[in-house]
């Protein structure tokens, strides 16, 4: 078994390990868009066989909050073979624990020991919350406004100190998505992308009072039925629950000793 980078040829590939392995048919490695993204902007690889057959993938990427381990996929009839552990040492060199890395790890059996045995600590679930958004709380003090995706990622990089995310709202924007803003009267308090089914991800102030800012961007969506990742903590969960939203799945945020991932953004679990 080879580990090797990948390039576009690839793509074709990537797409039937990701398929395989149950993942959708956007937003995933099964879509070449996202995977031409993620090629563009961290490391990806790929393990090949002898007989040339790709039998799984990886990708890491840097984001504002660290270096993430966005996509390890392997091909079901590869599994117990050793194969995600020879791709995740080759995206992330170095000792078990460097610092700064994290992601989001689904409930496969083989998923967190292997994050484990990397040094990343389990932290949190990450809920997918699906309902409707006009069951929500009036927040008055707050005001979403739709807007392009360059004026969002320049939102972002304001809130998160000049991290670059234009490539990641343009992506969003191609994926039937736009930029959101949510101001508390003049202060930006969030920047987002979102469509009509899902609000994508949204990037808080970091006030603990500005969580309620996620209220104002799902009930902007516009969706009757919406889909929202929010970590466990994340301030609102509990009122979201009590007005009838339900979880739908969750993942599990996992990352390095040194590292804490904020609690009222909205995930992408692939891109953060």
Known sequence: MIIRDATTLDLEAIATVSLAAGQPATDSGADAR????????????????????????????????????????????????????????????????????????????????????????????????????????????????????????????????????????????????????????????????GRHDELTHLTCSGADQDAVAVVAALARVGGSQVTVRLPGPHPMVGELLRRGWRVEDYDLAMTTPDLQLPTTWAYSPGLA
């Open 34 to 193: 996202y995977t031409n993204l993620v090629l563009g902007q961290g490391s990806v690889v790929v393990a090949v066989q002898p007989d040339g057959v790709v039998a799984g993938w990886g990708a890491a990427r840097p984001t504002p909050v660290g270096a993430m381990l966005s996509d390890l996929f392997v091909d079901p009839g590869q599994h117990g073979r050793g194969v995600g552990g020879r791709l995740l040492r080759r995206l992330w060199p170095g000792r078990p624990g460097t610092p700064g890395r994290f992601t989001f790890s689904s409930r496969h059996p083989s998923a967190l020991p292997l994050y484990a045995k990397a040094g990343l600590l389990p932290r949190w679930p990450l809920l997918y919350l699906t309902g409707d958004p006009q069951h929500l709380p009036v927040v008055p003090a707050m005001r979403a406004t739709v807007v392009g995706a360059d004026q969002a990622a320049a939102a972002d990089a304001h809130l998160t100190t000049n991290r670059e995310r234009t490539a990641d709202y343009r992506y969003w924007a191609g994926s039937g998505g736009t930029g959101l803003l949510v101001h508390d009267g003049d202060r930006l308090v969030a920047a987002g992308a």
